[in-house]
T-cell receptor
Framework: DTGVSQNPRHKITKRGQNVTFRCDPI?????LYWYRQTLGQGPEFLTY????????KSRLLSDRFSAERPKGSFSTLEIQRTEQGDSAMYLC?????????????FGPGTRLTVT | AQKVTQAQTEISVVEKEDVTLDCVYE???????LFWYKQPPSGELVFLIR??????QNEISGRYSWNFQKSTSSFNFTITASQVVDSAVYFC?????????????FGQGTELSVKP
């Protein structure tokens, strides 16, 4: 069973450009989460999906951020008009909400640098 | 408000020493989940343990053990006979029991350095 995968692993962009990241969860997992992690900090929750439905969004997620999970499988996170403050590691995690094991399994992350 | 505090920013030990990583949390929920994750230098967060708030039994897994005390809102993690491979950042996190974990609230992490 493959783990959570994220693409690209690294992205360098100029301020004002749009970027899109992709996350492929573990295949049987119906939940998918996005977090953001800056240097020296723990991950901060951004949003999560149960199947196709986006169930919760953090107040951290400004209007420039949008996430989708159109068929309940992979998800994309788009940042429009990037700012230097968006530079961070963007982490994706997936989990299964039935049974007794709700642990979230994380992908390797996409490191975004905005110049 | 929900909050997780890991007061130890960095810990450095010599191989074979025992080390305890502290985690204190705040929540108004009476039932919740607690987690520990490891983030090695490669960067990928690795799940270590999940604990339900109504189960206060301590747990041991090999060299790892966890001490959960609801009365003091603490969920501490001990590594016995530390090894160089234990060097990583360790995160404690709080999750929603009635939402199968839901969004996780992470602490700031403790960076553990184990020197040979």
């Amino acid at each position: 069973d493959t783990g959570v995968s994220q693409n690209p692993r690294h992205k360098i962009t100029k301020r004002g450009q749009n970027v899109t990241f992709r996350c492929d969860p573990i295949s049987e997992h119906n939940r998918l989460y996005w977090y953001r992690q800056t240097l020296g900090q723990g991950p901060e929750f951004l949003t999560y999906f149960q199947n196709e439905a986006q169930l919760e969004k953090s107040r951290l997620l400004s209007d420039r951020f949008s996430a989708e999970r159109p068929k309940g499988s992979f998800s994309t996170l788009e940042i429009q008009r990037t700012e230097q403050g968006d530079s961070a590691m963007y982490l994706c995690a997936s989990s299964y909400d039935e049974g007794e094991h709700y642990e979230q399994y994380f992908g390797p992350g996409t490191r975004l640098t905005v110049t | 408000a929900q909050k997780v505090t890991q007061a130890q920013t960095e810990i450095s030990v010599v191989e074979k020493e025992d080390v305890t990583l502290d985690c204190v949390y705040e929540t108004r929920d009476t039932t919740y989940y607690l987690f520990w994750y490891k983030q090695p230098p490669s960067g990928e967060l690795v799940f270590l343990i999940r604990r339900n708030s109504f189960d206060e039994q301590n747990e041991i897994s090999g060299r790892y053990s966890w001490n959960f005390q609801k009365s003091t809102s603490s969920f501490n993690f001990t590594i016995t006979a530390s090894q160089v491979v234990d060097s990583a950042v360790y995160f404690c996190a709080l999750g929603d029991f009635y939402n199968q974990g839901g969004k996780l609230i992470f602490g700031q992490g403790t960076e553990l350095s184990v020197k040979p």
